[in-house]
């Protein structure tokens, strides 16, 4: 018994002393650790201030690998990962940090935002589309379904992108209306593509209705009836672009040439695209002007007057081009020379260039396929602004 107790003795004071140093050892490593951390952490913040991503990359993961609950540093890697074109290793990292149990609801949120982007950046569009579609209700919401926007924009469905405009216009953004009513010209032009030309002129007035002071809508229906053979309607849906001074009338000039001359409108067709052309000179409505003046008895003679006149009033190589094309100068070997030589240096003149990124095209297109933008070409060549 008094053997017991004196083991008793001994082993109690030894068991402490024990405990004692083990504490001691782990609150050491703990110091030694945490010192390594932040020093890591700032080791990588110093090599993406001075943009060496590389070395940042192996700083950070060094931090994570210390100290591998810290969100944060999740963060900072899968944003570097993103930025240097490794989608596959931040989409790793955000879904091991979704996959955490002790993540906060508002540090949840933001790895879901990260690993959109991840998707959206790689383009697994599908992907991207699921994990915003997560984001509905959070504090990402606004910015989710605007990326959503861009998506089905992107991807030509448009009926999806309407609805996710109409969102955003009832959540408080500002008014998607015009975008709206690009959105209903886009199914209209498919629609005409397959043959239902009834269902792509209702598609149409519906977007006239969206948004009414909107050219396109009008521009594509009076283009629609013409082919159709409405000579009248297609002429008095065109007429309306000039009467209210649209910017965007240039684009309608040659389909009301045509459309005044099947409607025997003629007369009327001219007086208005002067009326146009006063306020506002263009080649585009020049040239209509020219060409529904053809029936003159001395037509060559007046459309050469005409270019004189635009040349005196904004000089233009392709309205001395167009001129050269009727004057008499000499023989052709002299005179077809010099025309050709005009067409070529004035060919990329008459290019439309987007006011976005400055991607050029032969035609005008009201969604940019450079830079995604909308309404950013204006209705104008190149030469004109």
């Known amino acids: 018994m008094e053997l017991d107790l004196i083991w ?24 030694i650790d945490n010192r390594q951390a932040p020093r890591a952490y700032f080791k990588g913040l110093n090599f993406l201030l001075n943009e060496q991503q590389d070395k940042a990359i192996d700083a950070f993961i060094e931090a994570v690998q210390n100290d591998p609950d810290t969100s944060e540093l999740h963060f900072a890697l899968g944003n570097l990962f993103r930025r240097r074109g490794e989608y596959e290793r931040a989409v790793r990292v955000h879904e091991h940090l979704l996959s955490r149990g002790d993540l906060s609801t508002a540090d949840r949120q933001r790895a879901q935002n990260a690993l959109a982007k991840d998707f959206v950046k790689a383009g697994l569009l599908d992907r991207a589309e699921d994990a915003l579609r997560k984001l509905e209700g959070t504090a990402f919401e606004g910015q989710a379904r605007l990326a959503r926007l861009a998506i089905y924009e992107r991807s030509r469905e448009w009926p ?35 043959g239902d030309a009834a269902g792509a002129a209702k598609l149409l007035q519906s977007a006239m209705a969206e948004a009414p002071d909107a050219p396109r809508p009008r521009l594509l229906l009076g283009q629609l009836q013409l082919n159709q053979g409405q000579a009248a309607e297609a002429y008095a849906s065109l007429r309306q672009l000039f009467e209210a001074g649209s910017v965007a009338a240039p684009l309608a000039a040659a389909s009301l040439v045509r459309a005044a001359q099947a409607a025997e409108q003629v007369s009327s067709a001219l007086t208005l695209l002067k009326q146009h052309y006063a306020q506002s000179p263009c080649i585009d409505v020049m040239d209509a002007i020219v060409a529904l003046e053809k029936s003159a008895a001395d037509s060559e003679t007046l459309a050469r007057h005409r270019y004189i006149e635009h040349l005196n009033k904004q000089p233009s190589l392709l309205a001395a081009s167009r001129w050269l094309a009727g004057a008499d100068l000499g023989t052709d070997d002299t005179r077809v020379p010099v025309q050709k030589a005009l067409e070529q240096a004035s060919r990329p003149l008459a290019r439309y260039r987007c006011a976005a990124c400055g991607f050029e095209a032969k035609e005008h297109f009201w969604h940019c396929p450079g830079c995604q933008a909308w309404d950013s070409y204006p209705p104008r060549r190149v030469e004109e602004l």
């Open 8 to 31: 008793i003795l001994i082993g109690l004071p030894a068991a402490f002393g024990l405990g004692w140093l083990a504490s001691r050892l782990d609150l050491r490593q703990l110091r």
């Open 160 to 194: 999806q992108a309407r609805d996710v405009a109409t969102q955003l216009e009832q959540s408080g953004e500002v008014s998607f209306s015009v975008r709206k009513a690009h959105y209903l010209c886009e199914q209209a032009r498919e629609l005409n593509a397959q």
